[in-house]
């Protein structure tokens, strides 16, 4: 009588186990990078509408004639102190002159942040990596002096248009405040 000597094959091949592993490595890849992709398109997206948010509070407050400290501003503005922080804060009367004289004569210290009659409400800033193109964010803010939440822009000029133009990477985001006052996002 003849055994035949039968052969044990239990188990994977090194061959098929590199072609999975390769096979698992490509996947990852591919999903790492929809991943990032994704995580700053998020990070973009969130630093727009906080902006958003902030510039309709200021004007939601101006719009209202809320009172902030038993003081009656005369009106509420949003400057970035950089690239990528800005701040909300409200002016108040100064020099013996009313709200209505002050936001009768616009001139440019009327209508930015200044030690002295301004007080600040409240500070944020952009996600990691979000930072603010343009405009240059010495000279860009918005204002809106009460009651009729009159927009002005950072030099106490009537605002025709100020866009906001925020970036991460080489993805961009708009937020633009119109001369009537409205806040859109592209």
């Not at 990078?33 to 398109?41: A, D, L, T």
């Not at 902006?51 to 009106?75: D, F, H, M």
């Not at 013996?96 to 500070?123: M, V």
């Amino acid at each position: 009588m003849k055994y035949k000597k039968v052969k044990n094959n239990k188990g994977f091949s090194f061959i098929e186990v590199m072609i999975v592993i390769s096979i698992v490595g490509i996947m990852s890849a591919v999903a790492m990078v929809g991943f990032n992709s994704s995580k700053s398109k998020t990070r973009l997206e969130l630093s727009q509408r906080t902006l958003t948010a902030a510039i309709k509070l200021a004007q939601s407050y101006a719009i209202q004639g809320r009172v902030q400290e038993s003081q009656v501003p005369c009106g509420y503005g949003l400057v970035f102190t950089s690239n990528f922080e800005f701040r909300i804060f409200y002016n108040i009367s100064s020099a013996g002159k009313d709200c209505q004289e002050i936001n009768a004569e616009p001139t440019l210290s009327n209508f930015k942040y200044n030690a002295g009659t301004s007080r600040l409400i409240d500070f944020f800033k952009l996600e990691k990596d979000v930072f603010l193109v343009s405009p240059v964010f010495v000279n860009s803010g918005v204002y809106f002096s009460t009651p009729r939440a009159s927009a002005y822009n950072y030099s106490g000029v009537s605002l025709g248009t100020q866009a906001y133009t925020l970036k991460y990477n080489s993805s961009t985001k708009t937020v633009t405040v119109g001369s009537e006052g409205s806040v859109t996002e592209q």
